[in-house]
């Protein structure tokens, strides 16, 4: 098997989950500090993974070439959230800033020409975050939002390989594989928290791909939209019968991905019903 980073399995997983890991293990095992922050391991290898998949341009023109700086800023940001121990309302408030000011940075320009069905697709992607933001803020010592951010990134990015877009759909699977990596040193035994230095860029990063997948791509905007209840898993874990009496946090973890798994895959059984193929990848 060719292991070089020009090979795309490489580049959106293998390397993405190793990089994870190692660099929140080496930040978590170093200090109290650091196991606050150890989150931001995957911050650094989703930014390493687009880059290597995407490229770096400066300044940046096309919207693709503008994800490394949002998961960069997002990154930065979160990390200072998690240093300073900030919480409520100022988690809340860089929830409504950052998907917003993403969206805005990406397609300002075209805000003005846009149709009512691109307005409406910019604001899914922001309500989308915002919610993701909210919630997420309650379970920074529980594996919930890595679970969810990891189904909603295999989801998307099977959505957009089934819509030609391989470039994006490599780039969500490395972001996958990122958080993949975060979650196999915190499981079975919960060790560091899920910050705002993992959660930021992220969230940031998905507000951005949905949005491009939706503008860019044949994606199917149904199949996103049925895949968005991954993010409410947590909450309806508690009202099924059985699953609702879990206490382990190994097993709440296995309970959560098999929730998730039913509108992941009838998202991607939708997608591959609706979706139009290209004769081109990219």
């Known amino acids: 098997m060719d292991l070089s980073l020009s090979n795309p399995i490489v580049q959106s997983s293998i390397l993405p989950l190793c990089l994870s ?41 096309a ?15 979160g990390l200072i959230f998690d240093l300073l121990k900030l919480k409520g309302i100022a988690w809340r408030l860089a929830g409504i800033i950052l998907p917003v000011a993403t969206i805005g ?15 409406i697709y910019l604001s899914a992607a922001v309500l989308v975050s915002l919610f993701a ?6 379970s920074r ?12 990134c295999a989801g998307l990015g099977a959505i957009l390989m089934i819509g030609s877009s391989a470039m994006l759909s490599q780039s969500t699977f490395g972001l996958m ?37 939706l503008f860019f791509t044949k994606a199917s905007g149904i199949a996103i939209a049925i895949l968005i209840p991954v993010f409410l898993i947590s909450y309806l874990l508690p009202k099924i019968p059985l699953l609702n009496k879990v206490s382990s946090p190994a097993m709440r973890a296995i309970c959560l991905t098999a ?12 997608a591959i019903m609706l979706t139009e193929t290209s004769a081109s990848g990219y």
């Open 177 to 213: 594989a990122a958080v993949g990596g975060f979650l196999l040193l915190n499981w079975p035994k919960f060790r560091f928290p899920v910050g705002a230095a993992m959660v930021f860029p992220l969230v940031t990063a998905l507000a951005a791909l949905t949005a491009q997948s």
């Open 259 to 270: 929730v998730g798994v039913v509108p992941l895959g009838t998202s991607i059984l939708v």
């Open 141 to 152: 010592h529980q594996l919930d939002s890595g679970i969810q951010i990891l189904l909603y």
């Open 21 to 61: 890991l190692l660099i929140a293990a080496a930040l978590g095992f170093s200090s109290a500090k650091g196991a606050r922050i150890a989150a931001l391991g995957v911050a650094i290898s989703a930014l390493v993974t687009v880059i290597i998949i995407q490229g770096f341009s400066f300044p940046p023109k």
């Open 105 to 119: 940075w990406l397609f300002g320009n075209r805000l003005g020409s846009t149709q009512i069905d691109g307005l």
């Open 63 to 77: 919207t693709s070439q503008k994800l490394p700086y949002l998961i960069a800023a997002a990154g930065v940001i």
């Open 133 to 138: 933001y909210w919630q997420f803020e309650k």
